[in-house]
């Protein structure tokens, strides 16, 4: 099972560090993303990271801003000059390398790559 944590309470302008762990496999192998959705607001893929670390993408509303990375264990979201519309709920989600789209060197932002998910932690920004 996936589980999320780094999320909480901070002001404009903030930084948090949001990281994916799990606790049934390791995420090796596995592409991971991350996805957020807002109250009255459909889901948004925020970004991902292929299972090499070798490519990332990112949705156009954090770009330059978020950067995900990885270790053997551990997916990790920094996100930095944080605004009021990135409050949501975060969630990470893995692509495992038997997916019918799975490469080790691209990922993409379609949830339904996607087979494993976390329950979300919740990041508020506000002053």
């Known amino acids: 099972q996936l589980v999320e944590s780094g999320g909480g309470l901070v002001q404009p302008g903030g930084s948090l560090r949001l990281s994916c762990a799990n606790s049934g496999f390791p995420l090796t192998g596995y592409t991971i993303a991350w996805f957020r959705q807002a109250p009255g607001k459909e889901r948004e893929g925020v970004s991902c990271?292929?299972?090499?670390?070798?490519y990332t993408t990112y949705g156009d509303s954090v770009k330059g801003r978020f950067a995900a990375s990885r270790d053997r264990a551990t997916a990790y979201l920094q996100m930095n000059d944080l605004s009021p519309e990135d409050t949501a709920v975060y969630y990470c989600?893995?692509?495992?390398?038997?997916?019918?789209?799975?490469?080790?060197?691209?990922?993409?932002?379609?949830?339904?790559?996607?087979?494993?998910w976390g329950r979300g932690t919740q990041v508020t920004i506000s002053s």
């Open positions: 989600a893995a692509e495992p390398p038997t997916g019918r789209r799975f490469s080790p060197v691209f990922c993409g932002l379609g949830p339904d790559r996607y087979d494993y």
């Open positions: 990271i292929s299972s090499t670390s070798s």
